[in-house]
């Protein structure tokens, strides 16, 4: 039983418009969330956090957005540009785990 | 300043022989881990150590083995290698467990025939 899902497994985006990836979580114990970008033939890299006590952080292009509620995370990236094309992964935490998606590949066209 | 290294980078083994999965940090982390990566799965945990002295089993830690040798260094041995452990291995490390970023190493590729 996933408690972690990226139900879009593929988005393509024109170069310098908003990049939009989704994650879903069932876990209502999660309190820490990240983002980790993946090459290929490399090991991810951490992108981007969100504490469960913000809504909302900023890291130059990237901003992430926490709806508790919905149990809903989302990476918006703006502009968006040819070198962020790889695979994004969410992963929350709760204690001493961290729980990945699936993972979205997100191809920027230039 | 290398981060997180494995050892080896790509390894083929016959069903039911034995390999040990070799990965070192230089960031003095207290925590590290071990994920597998496959096709629409995500990164699975095998095993992590919150720190020098602990291991603990993640989600999938069934058909393996750890050692956490010393603060610097986490191992992971296949005794008897199966099919179904074909699989991308990645190693990380964090400061603190759970509530640190991981820095992941570039993985191992793992076929077994």
């Known amino acids: 039983d996933q408690q972690v899902k990226q139900n879009s497994p593929s988005l393509s985006v024109q170069e310098g418009r908003i990049s939009i990836l989704n994650c879903d979580y069932t876990?209502?114990?999660?309190?820490?969330f990240l983002w980790y970008k993946k090459y290929p033939a490399e090991g991810p890299t951490f992108l981007i956090s969100?504490?469960?006590?913000?809504d909302k952080n900023e890291d130059g292009r990237f901003t992430v957005f926490l709806n508790k509620s919905a149990k809903h995370l989302s990476l918006h990236i703006v502009p968006s540009q040819p070198g962020d094309s790889a695979v994004y992964f969410c992963?929350?935490?709760?204690?001493?785990?961290?729980?990945f998606g699936t993972g979205t590949s997100l191809t920027v066209i230039p | 300043n290398a981060g997180v290294t494995q050892t080896p980078k790509f390894q083929v083994l016959k069903t039911g022989q034995s390999m040990t999965l070799q990965c070192a940090q230089d960031m003095n982390h207290n925590s590290m881990y071990w994920y597998r990566q496959d096709p629409g799965m995500g990164l699975r945990l095998i095993y992590y150590?919150?720190?020098?002295?602990?291991?603990d089993k993640g989600e999938v830690p069934n058909g393996y083995n750890v050692s956490r040798l010393n603060k610097r260094e986490f191992s992971l041995r296949l005794e008897s290698a199966a099919p179904s452990q074909t699989s991308v291995y990645f190693c990380a490390s964090s400061e603190r467990t759970g509530i640190s970023p991981l820095h992941f190493g570039n993985g191992t590729r793992l076929t077994v025939t």
């Open positions: 992963a929350p935490s709760t204690g001493n785990q961290f729980y």
């Open positions: 150590s919150a720190s020098e002295g602990t291991t």
């Open positions: 969100i504490s469960s006590i913000k």
């Open positions: 876990n209502s114990m999660f309190d820490y």
